[in-house]
Nanobody, 125 residues
Framework: QVQLVESGGGLVQAGGSLRLSCTAS????????VGWFRQAPGKEREFVAA????????KYSDSVKGRFTISGDNAKNMMYLEMSSLKPEDTAVYYC??????????????????WGRGTQVTVSS
């Protein structure tokens, strides 16, 4: 059984930084597309970033490009989302997700087969 667990969320002031982590049990991140999504109250879940691991090709939403970085650690089987210059509009629950088998970068929720339960990020103004 595949389980993803996110951590690292919290409360931060605007302009601050956070690093989210995602660990997986039951599978490795190698060779599959990994994505981060977020969902704010009353809004649909939206794409944030994706990476083809360990090749390293990545893709970002326009709203986070230049501020967020997705990466991974093979030895620890961990994926990360480094977030800087945070804005109040970044406030959301952040989810880690992996594709079932494809390594292609994907931006749609339904392209991903496995999801974590999310970690809350709150950015105060």
């Amino acid at each position: 059984q595949v389980q993803l667990v996110e951590s690292g969320g919290g409360l931060v002031q605007a302009g601050g930084s956070l690093r989210l982590s995602c660990t997986a049990s039951g599978r490795t991140f190698r060779g599959v597309g990994v994505g981060w999504f977020r969902q704010a109250p009353g809004k649909e879940r939206e794409f944030v970033a994706a990476i083809n691991w360990p090749a390293g090709d990545s893709k970002y939403s326009d709203s986070v490009k230049g501020r967020f970085t997705i990466s991974g650690d093979n030895a620890k089987n961990m994926m990360y989302l480094e977030m800087s210059s945070l804005k109040p509009e970044d406030t959301a629950v952040y989810y880690c997700a992996t594709r079932a088998s494809s390594s292609w970068l994907a931006v749609r929720v339904y392209d991903y087969a496995y999801w974590g339960r999310g970690t809350q990020v709150t950015v105060s103004s």
